[in-house]
């Protein structure tokens, strides 16, 4: 077996004041020392901040709050705070020292209390946190490590270090180190807290001294927080049927899920719980224990198991015993007390050894990681620290947890690690990001190959449009962020996350071109390619695409975008070339026939020996063709002349 490694500040004089004799108890925050004060020569306990922690400022001021609002209750039943101090790297508070043992202690020996202990116990501490509320004071840790029981029968409640006016009520994150067990449900849900989540805590502590038990159980400190939050407290006479109906009702008054319906502050519940004793007539008891304390000279472990609290009794004497007889009974109750001693401290010297090796360098000095997982790195950072363990953070992209959860520690939750080890805390900095190359041209499987390769989800379905590129190639790509209905194109590349959505277009050719076929022909075609063709097919003359036939089709889609199968597309056909009636110049002179004809849109010809003769000498006779007949423009129309009678 190793030597235990000795505590560097034990021998140590702190401050050039407190000689540090023995540690007592080592918390997330701080290590508390019995110590001894070289000036006023009395023993006291030093409490000195982690060396860790002693850099940080928020800490080193929760921990000189602590002492200033302790030094502000002037309580029997509260642990006094005598001096605050820093030396070098050392930040310590300096304390009362009551020998005994913790409320905690005395539960894990006894299991459940009576509900004379309770009484006594709730009596007290409800005493000295009316004091704390009274002076604007909220503890905010209220659980029973910190409800002290001295063995000369006094009862008071200490570690304020959580305290904080009731004026700055609100609590998020890493200031929420009270134990998880004891946690209102709105520390829980909102974060604010007040005298009532005081109250909230003793009701809990209530329950478990009447039952043996807490109300709430679970593997992982979120179990236990949710179940807070939408549970109620069971009565505790469903678990141990000597609670009077009373104290049934005093804990559930406690416990209620609103602060309103709870007591206003500890000094409301005391004034209920002394009705109750008078009710039950039952008084709060002058208490006695043995404890659990040191040789604080040698640094040896001494521990008593804690006996049951009662009410001091003296021994009953017979009055008609003579001096001798007194005399031989005090001798033999010596020898035997003497005995007992001896052989009871050769047993836990010996057990001392093995308590040392346990809790310094054995199994016992190991804490366990705590499990985090999907909680803010505030509210993980706090459980850790509370353990007293220290978290690091490092970011990592992850697609299944929200940005700024833990996705896991490291160690793992459960592995058993050495107090002060640290903790890394893996936060999800949310999906990774990529660049895309160009994908447009692509086929689709180098498409989907090169999405998936980025952890982008592909709709099994394509989309497809009629566009100037080959068909079966892709056209575009349309990138849906993961929790957003809105899209954006990304075929000539762009920047994706991972778990983000894609749908690929893919390209079916050109529209088929159908100027020049027959109608027919032209609603096959286009059919066959998946398009439609309006009812509405308005017509034109044309003088170069025959009458029937397809002059035109619409190219741009009603709506805007590409062509899609489905689509319908607008014919115009051809009414064939547009003819017009030769009118009739029978008449008229040569250039009155002529100049009527071209305006007509035709072309004119006559005999040229006609140029020779002047114009008012001429006749027109007729037309070949013939007037009244339909015709092209341009026709050529003949005029036949005669000499003017």
């Not at 051809?574 to 040569?590: C, I, M, N, Y």
Request: aromatic share 4%; glycine share 8%.
């Amino acid at each position: 077996m190793t030597t235990p490694q000795a505590d560097p500040l034990i021998g140590r004089l702190v401050d050039g004041r407190y000689r540090v004799r023995a540690r007592i108890a080592r918390g997330g925050m701080a290590t508390v020392y019995v110590a001894t004060d070289m000036r006023l020569e009395r023993r006291i306990a030093l409490k000195v901040m982690h060396a860790h922690l002693s850099d940080d400022s928020a800490f080193q001021s929760r921990f000189i709050q602590e002492a200033r609002a302790a030094a502000r209750l002037a309580d029997p039943h509260v642990v006094n705070v005598f001096d605050q101090g820093q030396d070098g790297e050392l930040a310590y508070l300096v304390m009362e020292y009551l020998p005994g043992i913790t409320l905690r202690e005395l539960m894990r020996e006894q299991k459940r209390l009576t509900v004379p202990q309770t009484i006594t116990i709730m009596d007290a501490v409800l005493s000295g946190l009316a004091a704390a509320h009274s002076a604007g004071i909220v503890h905010r840790d209220v659980k029973p490590e910190n409800v002290l029981l001295a063995e000369d029968g006094r009862i008071k409640i200490g570690d304020f270090g959580l305290a904080r006016a009731t004026t700055a009520n609100t609590a998020t994150g890493a200031q929420l180190l009270g134990t998880i067990a004891y946690l209102a449900p709105e520390l829980v849900t909102r974060g604010t807290a007040d005298a009532r989540s005081d109250i909230y805590a003793l009701g809990i502590m209530l329950y478990e001294m009447l039952v043996g038990e807490q109300p709430y159980k679970g593997e992982q400190p979120m179990q236990i927080a949710y179940q807070h939050a939408t549970e109620q407290v069971p009565r505790p006479s469903t678990r141990n049927t000597a609670v009077p109906e009373q104290l049934d009702e005093l804990v559930l008054w406690a416990t209620e899920k609103s602060p309103d319906d709870r007591p206003l502050d500890a000094g409301a519940m005391l004034t209920r719980l002394r009705e109750i004793e008078r009710d039950l007539g039952i008084a709060p008891v002058v208490t006695t224990t043995t404890a659990a304390h040191r040789d604080h000279d040698s640094g040896a472990v001494t521990k008593i198991l804690p006996g049951v609290i009662t009410a001091d009794h003296t021994e009953d004497v017979p009055v008609d015993a003579d001096n001798a007889a007194r005399l031989r009974r005090r001798t033999s109750r010596r020898r035997a007390r003497g005995a007992l001693l001896l052989s009871l401290v050769l047993l836990l010297a010996v057990s001392a050894g093995g308590v040392g090796w346990w809790f310094g360098s054995g199994p016992g000095s190991l804490v366990g990681v705590p499990s985090v997982a999907g909680m803010s790195y505030d509210d993980a950072a706090a459980v850790v620290t509370a353990e007293g363990l220290i978290p690091e953070r490092t970011d990592e992209s992850s697609v299944d947890v929200d940005e700024g959860d833990v996705i896991e520690s490291r160690p793992g939750a459960g592995e058993r690690v050495e107090q002060d080890s640290t903790v890394t805390l893996v936060v999800s900095s949310g999906p990774a990001q990529h660049t895309l190359p160009h994908l447009g041209g692509k086929t689709e499987q180098e498409v989907r190959d090169i999405l998936t390769a980025n952890n982008v989800n592909v709709e099994d379905d394509t989309a497809s449009y009629f566009a100037d590129l080959d068909r079966d190639l892709v056209l575009n790509v349309r990138i849906t962020p993961r929790g957003s209905d809105e899209s954006y194109a990304c075929g000539t590349g762009c920047d994706v996350f991972e778990d983000d959505t894609a749908l690929i277009q893919m390209s079916l050719g050109p529209v088929p071109n159908v100027t020049g076929k027959s109608l027919d022909d032209a609603i096959t075609t286009l059919s066959d390619a998946g398009l439609k063709v309006a009812d509405e097919r308005p017509e034109e003359f044309s003088d170069s695409v025959a009458a029937g036939a397809v002059i035109r089709q619409s190219t741009d889609r009603p709506g805007g975008g590409s062509w899609r199968p489905g689509d319908a597309l607008t014919l115009t056909l051809s009414k064939g070339p547009q003819l017009f009636e030769v009118p009739d110049v029978a008449g008229l002179t040569r250039d009155e026939a002529r100049q009527k004809l071209e305006d007509a849109g035709f072309t004119v010809d006559y005999a040229p020996f006609w140029n020779g003769v002047p114009n008012g000498l001429t006749k027109a006779q007729s037309t070949d063709p013939e007037s009244g007949t339909m015709h092209r423009a341009g026709t050529e129309i003949y005029i036949v002349i005669n000499v003017s009678g």
